[in-house]
């Protein structure tokens, strides 16, 4: 071999090796994970990917329990953690019963948390409800939950209830949630009711209430019952809830099940804003529902309503959106169900709908309750066969200001006060006798 060609290869075997060298010094990962200041990495405590359920649910039961005293953060790195029941409450089990001063912390949509196994009222994932179980008003405070998800595809029930959550949590104060995915549980991905100074965001729930039907309540993806204290808030913010079985996301008081327990009403708002919803029943709204703000929400492919006020009052969306959304883009329904609940104050303000086929649907099936001072202001209707829909009996309502492509609408019910002002639609004046009739404008009397 002549010396020119022995260079030659000798210079090849070199980059070779260097490079050889640079790839197996590399780390995998440009960025790995680090685990938060001051938390306890929850593998060095028994947790594990290679564990069955009943093993990581003791491990991490036992670990949370020994934070709990004086606080602390776990923190459960990437990998599929399965978990199995590990207690049982008033009603279904529980994986792990929460602590207060105790937060988990993942490495965002690689830490799964698989909560699995059949039973027979639900199996939640982490649990907390004093209130239910030994009936002393007990808080879980100052807990943080971030950067994982629950996916319970491998859970099912015998019998649908309340349990079978993500989290099922009731009366709690300071408690945090920001990118937690919850995903295909029996009952409600976030069912948490009565909250205090709490907040949810960058979260999401998907195909949650799968052991639900159409008849069962819950079965939601963001489901918050109130009703406790006055002073409960709770602020939702860029979450969204995909493909669930009733409600995106919904506010319920709870007295509507046990009004001695629960017959507080919150003096500030509950506040939800620039969420999403897709492909679920209903996207946003509320059940008994009072002092609930929905503010640049959006709404797709709700195969019912886009927004739904049932039996509530004091609530508001505004600069929402509603795009094919199949019954109607906005509602609001009194019904019998709930007693005589009033509905009142309830409004859409600067809204826009699209292609659905009617824009707000007011309806009263109950006669004998109050259902008055509700308005429609400044919303836009595009795309949408009927604008308007109204029936039952009404005290008051308003209709002003709203725009529509199409200028058919159907206002069938007896209203005291109707003022439909300064619409697209050949609006009636305010002092007409008409006001009173049950068919206004002569419109097709048939109900949608």
Known sequence: MNPFSMKKTLLILCLILSLTLLIGCRPLDENPAQIPEGAVDATAHGVSTENDGAQNSLALQVLIDSL???????????????????GTQTIGAHCIRMRSDVSIVGDGDATVLKPTGDSYYGLDMFYFNDYLDTGNAVYLRNCRFE??????????????????KGFMFNLFENCHWKKVTVKHTDA??????????????????????????????????????????????????????????????????????????????PKEFFKITDCEAKGNLFGFGGVCAQNTLYENCRSEDSLRYGFLFKDSRNA???????????????????????GNFEVKDISFIECAAKDSKIGVSIVSENPSAFMGGNRVEGCTFERIPLSVYTAGTMHSLTLSDNTADTDETRFLAETEDFKNTGNSWNPIEPDSDQTKNKDKKGNNNDQP
Request: glycine residues 14%; contains cysteine; hydrophobic residues 35%.
């Open 316 to 338: 508001t969306a505004v600069g929402c959106v509603s795009e094919n959304d199949g019954e109607a883009a906005f509602a609001i329904l009194q019904t019998a169900v709930n």
């Open 147 to 164: 950067s994982f998800t629950i996916d319970a595809a491998d859970t099912s029930c015998a019998y649908y209830t309340s349990a079978g």
């Open 68 to 86: 709990s005293a004086e606080g602390g953060t776990v923190y459960i790195p990437a990998g599929e953690y399965v978990f199995a029941a590990n």
């Open 188 to 265: 409600t991905g976030f069912g948490v009711d009565c909250p205090i100074g709490s907040t949810i965001s960058e979260c999401a729930a998907i195909d949650c209430g799968k052991a639900a039907t159409a008849e069962n309540t819950g079965a939601s993806g963001f489901g918050i019952g109130f009703g406790y204290s006055e002073n409960e808030s709770l602020t939702i913010t860029d979450c969204r809830a995909d493909g669930n079985a009733k409600f995106g996301f919904f506010f319920e008081h709870q007295g509507r099940f046990n009004d001695e327990k629960y017959s507080a009403v």
